[in-house]
Structures are given as structure tokens and as C-alpha cells.
């Protein structure tokens, strides 16, 4: 059961351009949302969250947007670089015991070209 | 303040034998949680820890995995009689506990990439 996917499993993008990463979701229940970005051979960094009563999130060059009725959110990155050029995974979690667990989409590679 | 630590980054074990991995959490937090990324997958939650408590291991393997999270010292993710299977990256993450919130963000370690042969 895939809580939360990713269809795209890459995205090319010129420098300067815009960036838009999607990410779709079945579970009503998550309190927030989180994109982190990974490079090979390193640990996923944490980029930005969302809460699920919220539909907008900036931070920087990235907003997250998230969309209640379509169980939809997208990670925007304006103007994108060739250093954000990583796979970027979404994810949800359930808040328990202060914390919980993050289910991850399958990732998208976003490679932005000079 | 240091991220957090993991190691080592590179294990390499032949089947049948037990690997140790070892995770040292960010300063001040009280939260860990171990993840596995199996090639060309995504990352999978395997077990939520805190202090001397396993919280959740929904995601574990019944058999030859166990984790834990001592009062003193880091939290060390066991698997026992290795199988070429368990070839992955195993990542460590850490959080506090944002009163505010009421949770912090999970923060990353570098992982460690277990080879079986």
C-alpha cells in the first residue's frame, strides 16, 4: 500500500527556470508534510514541511503548496541552480509520542542544465 | 553543533554473519529512527526509538533484526545471520521534541551502506 507517490521518477529543468516537483498521497490522516533532497551517497536533507491545515509554505527559493481535496502537493524551487540538481523525496508523517514515522514517495531526480 | 553521526559508512559481511550498525544522535535529541533504502527503492521506515524505549517497529523484519537505543550511548541497529537481501543503505535519523509543535524535524545521518556477499 504506497501512502504516498511520486510519479515522476525525473524532471529536467533549465537553470534560472522553475522547478515543480509532485507528489500525491492517499492517507487523510497526516499532520505534516516534509520534502527532503538527497545526493548519492549521502543522507537526505531536509528542504521544507507543510501542516495539513495549511495550503502554502515558503521558504526561500521553495514553497510547497499542498491541495486538502486532491491530496496533492508540489514543491516549487524558483529560479532553480545546477546545485539542486538531486533526487527529491516527499513525505508524511503522523504525530505520536512527539514524533513519528516518515512515509516516503519514491523520489523524483530533478537535473537542471546549465 | 554536530549532525548525526553514523558508522561506519562502509560494512561489508559475508552471509551468515552479524553486522552492527551504529547511530549517534544529533545534540539534545531524544528521538531515533532507522530507515532502509534497498537498491533503486525509496527510503522505508523500520523502528522509532527513544531513550531505553522502542516506540514503534512496525517496519522491522520479523526475524534477525532488533534495534535499540541504551541510555548511555548511541543506538545500534543489529541484524543477525546477514542474507544477500540485506544489502542496503540504512540510514539513522534524529529529532527533539518541539514543545511548541509538539515534534521536531527528523534530521539525517550519512548512512551506511551494508554490502553482503
Known amino acids: 500500500d504506497q501512502q504516498v507517490k511520486q510519479n515522476s521518477p525525473s524532471l529536467s529543468v533549465q537553470e534560472g527556470r522553475i522547478s515543480i516537483l509532485n507528489c500525491d498521497y492517499t492517507n487523510s490522516m497526516f499532520d505534516y508534510f516534509l520534502w527532503y533532497k538527497k545526493y548519492p551517497a549521502e543522507g537526505p536533507t531536509f528542504l521544507i514541511s507543510?501542516?495539513?491545515?495549511?495550503d502554502k509554505n515558503e521558504d526561500g527559493r521553495f514553497t510547497v503548496f499542498l491541495n486538502k481535496s486532491a491530496k496533492h502537493l508540489s514543491l516549487h524551487i524558483v529560479p532553480s541552480q545546477p546545485g539542486d540538481s538531486a533526487v527529491y523525496f516527499c513525505?508524511?508523517?503522523?504525530?505520536?509520542?512527539?514524533?513519528?514515522?516518515?512515509?516516503f514517495g519514491q523520489g523524483t531526480e530533478l537535473s537542471v542544465k546549465p | 553543533n554536530a549532525g548525526v553521526m553514523q558508522n561506519p559508512r562502509h560494512l561489508v559481511r559475508r552471509r551468515g554473519q552479524e553486522a552492527r550498525l551504529r547511530c549517534s544522535p544529533m545534540k539534545g535529541h531524544s528521538h531515533v529512527y532507522w530507515y532502509r533504502q534497498l537498491p533503486e527503492e525509496g527510503l522505508k521506515f523500520m523502528v522509532y526509538?527513544?531513550?531505553?524505549?522502542?516506540?514503534?517497529e512496525s517496519g522491522m523484519p520479523k526475524e534477525r533484526f532488533s534495534a535499540e537505543f541504551p541510555k548511555e550511548g548511541p543506538s545500534i541497529l543489529r541484524i543477525q545471520q546477514v542474507v544477500r537481501g540485506d544489502s542496503a543503505a540504512y540510514f539513522c535519523?534524529?529529532?527533539?521534541?518541539?514543545?511548541?509543535?509538539?515534534?521536531?524535524?527528523?534530521?539525517f545521518g550519512p548512512g551506511t551502506r551494508l554490502t553482503v556477499l
Open positions: 526509538l527513544q531513550k531505553e524505549n522502542i516506540i514503534d
Open positions: 513525505a508524511g508523517i503522523m504525530i505520536y509520542n512527539q514524533g513519528g514515522k516518515l512515509i
Open positions: 535519523a534524529s529529532s527533539g521534541a518541539a514543545e511548541s509543535l509538539g515534534w521536531d524535524t527528523q534530521y
Open positions: 507543510i501542516s495539513s491545515i495549511k
